[in-house]
């Protein structure tokens, strides 16, 4: 498997604008979590999803923020609009083992580094 | 809700020497325990997990955490580190109930001089 992935790496916008980051989790995995990171918050959780429902989205920090998981292989975070504050890294992780009710650890992706100017 | 604290922000050490990296959580009932590290502008990358079995587990790069339940602890150790281990290292716990919540520690950065 390649892991979980993400795109884009960089992106870099203007404020107003929408941004859309999109993660695609490791086949089998019924787990997906988006993360935002930076140097003054750290690494928060915003929102997971267990197959393809969100669960907990208490992280997200206000209305601009959505995210949706159609399927299972596929995930988006939408900022819109888009503020400075919200540049960071956004990770994406995946894990659990679909159906085997087995715990795992979770898998993260490369990132996302969005700057928002 | 379950919570993570790190001991330290930022370590130095001088390669070779010892390392303990401090991790401690709140929560009452049967927990899943990881390290992960992550390197100068990458991901975060699995170290270490604890499941159950023994308390005392060992990870990738020589790395070891010991699990003590009475302490609600899970410190890192690595005997003699190298400066390739430069990097930021994060504590998370899940529970055993209906939902895989991964809750991270703040993180500790760990500098080695060569």
């Not at chain 1, 750290?42 to 949706?68: H, T």
């Not at chain 2, 959580?25 to 390290?35: A, E, I, M, R």
């Amino acid at each position: 498997d390649a892991g979980v992935i993400q795109s884009p790496r960089h992106e870099v916008t203007e404020m107003g604008q929408e941004v859309t980051l999109r993660c695609k989790p490791i086949s089998g995995h019924d787990y997906l979590f988006w993360y935002r990171q930076t140097m003054m918050r750290g690494l928060e959780l915003l929102i997971y999803f267990n197959n393809n429902v969100p669960i907990d989205d208490s992280g997200m920090p206000e209305d601009r923020f959505s995210a949706k998981m159609p399927n299972a292989s596929f995930s988006t975070l939408k900022i819109q609009p888009s503020e400075p504050r919200d540049s960071a890294v956004y990770f994406c992780a995946s894990s659990g083992d679909r159906g085997q009710l087995r715990h795992t650890e979770a898998f993260f992706g490369q990132g996302t580094r969005l700057t928002v100017v | 809700a379950q919570s993570v604290s790190q001991h330290n922000h930022h370590v130095i050490l001088s390669e070779a020497a010892s390392l303990e990296l401090g991790c401690n959580y709140s929560y009452g009932g049967t927990v899943n325990l990881f390290w992960y590290v992550q390197y100068p502008g990458q991901h975060l990358q699995l170290l270490l997990k604890y499941f159950s079995g023994d308390p005392l587990v060992k990870g990738i790069k020589g790395f070891e955490a010991e699990f003590i339940k009475s302490k609600f602890s899970f410190n890192l150790r690595k005997p003699s580190v190298q400066w390739s281990d430069t990097a930021e290292y994060f504590c998370a716990v899940n529970t055993d109930n209906y939902g895989q919540n991964f809750v991270f520690g703040p993180g500790t950065r760990l500098s080695v001089l060569p």
